[in-house]
């Protein structure tokens, strides 16, 4: 076996432990969240996030079997490149002496293993629950800090990026629907 010793064989099916490794990812990230954050700590989960995002888009571009999870994967990819870019690019104009992380932590990586191990016919609709725990964790984070922070600089940040957070929350929540008739 190669990779992660948390993978999932290739093609494994087994909808058990992918829905607990969904869990436990979506508890873990909520209640990390959910505290009032400093902003080190904002900064590490958004971008550990972000990346995640980003990784589990460009999966789901290649391995999607329903055209409108390709559309949103697309959407959310590009939303957030951009997003990071702008995270980035406010640390670096800050002269903040933290750098922002460059990989997943051990979560988001169990969650990217499982995404590559899903068998084919079932890669859609675990890409739409993990969406839905990692749009609602970001959701959380993000308010958490706006509303508890005094870093006005980052919060206006922040202020620009729940609405596109939001978006994708209505995307993955249709996309949901849309899958479980099928």
């Known amino acids: 076996m190669t990779g992660s010793s948390n993978a999932p064989e290739p093609g494994s099916k087994s909808d058990l432990v992918s829905g607990m490794k969904e869990a436990v990812g979506g508890a873990v990230g909520l209640a990390v969240a959910a505290s009032s954050i400093a902003r080190p700590q904002f900064i590490t989960h958004a971008t550990i996030a972000n990346l995640y995002e980003i990784e589990a ?46 990989s997943l932590d051990s979560v988001h990586q169990m969650l990217i293993d499982d995404l590559k191990g899903a068998a084919d016919e079932d890669f859609d609709k675990r890409y739409v629950a993990q969406q839905k725990i990692a749009h ?41 629907t849309a899958l479980s008739g099928t």
């Open 57 to 102: 888009a460009q999966i789901a571009l290649r391995r999607a079997r329903h055209e409108d999870v390709k559309q949103a994967a697309q959407a959310m990819l590009a939303d957030h490149e951009k997003m990071g870019r702008e995270l980035k690019s406010f640390i670096g104009a800050t002269n903040s002496p933290q750098l922002p992380p460059e």
């Open 136 to 176: 609602a964790e970001a959701l959380t984070l993000f308010r958490t800090y706006h509303n508890t922070a005094r870093d006005d600089g980052l919060r206006s940040l922040i202020g620009l990026a729940l609405p596109v957070l939001e978006q994708h929350m209505r995307m993955v929540n249709e996309l949901d």
